[in-house]
């Protein structure tokens, strides 16, 4: 059975006494924790207003490209590349010491209509796949340290999710994109990332099979990624049931990390509540993640409030980000420096 570390209770029952050193960041916080890193999913656009680059520069040690990398973005003409976007956050990131996290070489969402109205033979397909997996990290090799090379592959019942990279090569694709992202980075972490496999079910059911057939056929696969979002607080798993979840990929050999974290609210907020609740659920995952050796580090999907993805998606929910739309910070992100903070202090 897998406890949480005795320096995670400590967090919990004296979070609320010893404030944070002042000025102290997550990004400081975390690294002193084993070099765990704290990221955001970031925007170019976000670099032009300063108090938003700064809050990023200071505050998050890792960039997640929220859609500049994605086909539709970087690759909207079968010989059409558009490195505008990503290059700009490569670059900042390397300005302010933080890690990339590649985002996303084979999706379901955000394809280009060449690509998904094309009408291809199986080995152009994988061509196709080998072209764009091979330009894009390829482009940015020894400068991206992760890279989500499968995302959602798994649908919510548990099957392979219907796409267009199923329909057109078949289950062999996920080994390809492996293969091929490899091949162009020997270095780069590879992950499989997806939604909804938290706290077990037939989804992580699945993608265990997926990653434990991988591994054994020599396939270089190296973690596991948790989107982690979470439509309100109550559907957060608990640190333990998420740690244990972390550590069944963990004991196969693999990295495992949090990489698109967010809690949306039901709105109207009720102010006497859900800030606490909010920061609970941020809180369990910061807990789960120090309590997981292999556990790297935590991305949030959307610093703020006012840049999130979820009133967009899901109208009637929102408030889901650690800042709000001010960039003040919320008692989520207190909890989280908190339990960063006492988990050290408890060491
Ligand atoms: O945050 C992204 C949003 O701006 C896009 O419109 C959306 C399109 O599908 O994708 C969002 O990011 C997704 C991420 O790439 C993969 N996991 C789910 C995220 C939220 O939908």
Redesign the pocket.
Known sequence: MALLSAATVVVVGLAACRPVPPGSTLRGLADARDGRVVGT?VEPAQFDRTADADLIAAQFSSVTP??AMKWVSVHPGPSTWDFAAADRIVEFAEAHGQRVRG??LVWH??NPAWLTGGTFTRDELIAVLHDHIATLVGRYRGRIAQWDVV??AIADDGTLRDNLWLRGIGPDYIRLAFEFAHEADPDAALFIND?LIERGGAKAATLLWIVASLRSAGVPIDGVGY?T?ALVPALMPTPEQFADEMRRFASRGLLVEIT?MDVALHLPSDPAIDPQRQADAYGSSVMACLAVRECTGITV?NYSDAES?IPG?FPGFGEASIFDAALAPKPAFERMRQILWWDLRAR
């Open positions: 999913s929220e859609n985002h996303t969402r955000q995302n959602e939604y989107q979002h698109e999907w993805w998606e």
